[in-house]
């Protein structure tokens, strides 16, 4: 025989309140829910608990006998629930890199929900990296952009279109523009180094980005980081290069950032999960990023995207 937790429950607030419906309000339920709870312990036990009356309900010979066990009971299943709470690990999140978009995302859903536990993870690679770990469990949910179908156990949701700026150097002929048309950099070079592996969805994404505005995407030199990034553009005052609108930059003095328009180019972020990840806090996230996405008809992202955004 295996004693129901509940009704256990609902007998020790009975024999601390002494009526059905004191106890049905501690606990959150009906009356006639108490009482049903109430008839399936007495008869699982095989014996009679309480001693109803019109004056309240009291304990019979068995219900005395039987209290102190039920309190030690749910002690013990209240103790047991603690651990696990404590043991539960933080909600873990691929956001690519600690400066890109989807950490700034992370960043305000940690400070949204009273600083709930998050962990970040850096694939820095993107989808192809970052997808084992959604498959073993290593990690809740990641930020890509899936290029084609994704497996059946995976779910997606638009997390963000992040408008595409002009970094240059305050040297570069546009660094006194308050904003650049896409059409005035055709014909010109932007240079990209961390698309440089074809394999990546960044590099699918420029696939598309080169013939849309006439501009060629030059991969040359190695990928050393952000800042060796922006370090060789404010030395160059002739080559440009893109970054998110909400990326974190590193300050430097001399380089300026720039808004693209007619239209902005955007990068557009997904949110990726398990179906079988059942982290308590997840649904909490991806419920986060829904409420938080806004579709713009003001940015251009490739057709391939666009059916997943807009719709």
């Not at 696990?84 to 909600?91: D, E, F, G």
């Not at 850096?122 to 890509?144: E, K, N, Q, W």
């Not at 990928?223 to 290069?241: K, L, M, Q």
């Amino acid at each position: 025989m295996e004693l129901d937790l509940g009704a256990v429950r609902a007998f020790v607030a009975i024999a601390d309140d002494g009526f059905f419906g004191d106890a049905a309000d501690r606990l959150g339920v009906s009356q006639q829910a108490v009482s049903k709870r109430i008839g399936k312990l007495e008869t699982d036990l095989g014996a009679a608990l309480l001693f109803r009356s019109r004056h309240g309900t009291s304990l019979t010979d068995d219900g005395r006998a039987f209290l102190g066990h039920a309190r030690t009971l749910l002690d013990l299943a209240d103790r047991a629930i603690e651990v696990i709470h404590a043991r539960r690990r933080p909600l873990r999140v691929d956001v690519l890199s600690s400066r890109s978009a989807p950490a700034d995302i992370v960043r305000r859903f940690h400070e949204s929900t009273d600083d709930l536990p998050v962990d970040l993870a850096f694939s820095h690679r993107g989808m192809r990296h970052a997808l084992p770990g959604l498959v073993d469990g290593t990690v809740d949910a990641a930020f890509a952009r899936p290029v084609g179908p994704l497996d059946k156990d995976l779910l997606a949701t638009p997390a963000l279109l992040d408008p595409m700026h002009l970094l240059v150097s305050r040297r570069h002929r546009l660094a006194g523009r308050r904003r650049v048309r896409m059409a005035e950099l055709a014909g010109t070079t932007v240079w990209i180094p961390g698309a440089v592996d074809p394999e990546t969805e960044w590099a699918d994404y420029y696939r598309a980005f080169e013939p849309k505005f006439d501009i060629k995407v030059d991969t040359t030199g190695p990928n050393f980081g952000f800042d060796h990034y922006v370090e060789t553009i404010a030395r160059s005052p002739d080559r440009y290069c893109l970054v998110g609108q909400r990326s974190r930059v590193p300050w430097n003095p001399d380089v300026v950032q720039i808004p693209l328009v007619d239209p902005a180019p955007a990068y557009p972020w997904t949110v990726i999960w398990h179906t079988q990840n059942r982290h308590p806090d997840l649904a909490t996230f991806v419920a986060y990023v829904r409420e938080n996405y806004r579709w713009s008809d003001e940015v251009w992202i490739p057709e391939a995207d666009r059916g997943f955004f807009s719709g």
